[in-house]
């Protein structure tokens, strides 16, 4: 009986003691194309081992990210992405596109971003290139199907008429 006793004061403690919730983090909205570009600068921005909740809410499920580098590429999926992320631990970046071009037609959308990386919110630009940014309106916001990227080297410098 004295058993009985316990486990159902066991039960009602910890029945009425506040549970701590995971809060999610707060995500910048994507509902207009506009709004796209800064809310994925701020969900890839960061420590490389932040939550990336938000960057996968902007992002179709079969999203696919390619990087491209001289005559190579290297495709990622998203969880492949966070994982070369994570790698990096506490180091932190800062993306930011300081120019976007965007062609639309219906619920699809291509934007055409300039992209200067920091290592602080206001730092100097320590690298910069161009994104190529495919995504789909769902209904309700605008959802990324597939980003190249490559960044400026010395042999392909940004043209002018990218640069801001």
């Not at 910048?28 to 939550?51: E, F, H, R, V």
């Not at 992209?115 to 990324?144: C, H, L, M």
Request: hydrophobic share 45%.
């Amino acid at each position: 009986m004295s058993r009985s006793i316990v486990f159902l004061a066991l039960s009602a403690l910890l029945l009425l003691t506040p549970q701590a919730k995971a809060t999610a983090p707060a995500c910048l909205p994507s509902a207009t194309l506009d709004q796209l570009p800064a809310a994925l600068d701020d969900a890839i921005s960061g420590p490389g081992d932040k939550d990336r909740t938000c960057l996968r809410n902007l992002m179709i499920p079969e999203v696919r990210l390619v990087l491209v580098v001289g005559e190579e590429r290297r495709i990622f999926t998203l969880d492949d992405w966070i994982v070369a992320m994570n790698k990096r631990g506490g180091t932190v970046l800062f993306e930011r596109q300081v120019k976007v071009k965007t062609e639309t037609f219906g619920r699809i959308a291509h934007l055409w971003n300039t992209y200067e990386i920091r290592p602080t919110a206001d730092g100097k630009a320590t690298t910069r290139g161009i994104n190529s940014i495919q995504a789909i309106f769902d209904g309700q916001s605008w959802r990324v199907l597939a980003v190249l990227w490559q960044a400026e080297t010395p042999a392909v410098p940004i043209p002018e008429k990218y640069l801001p």
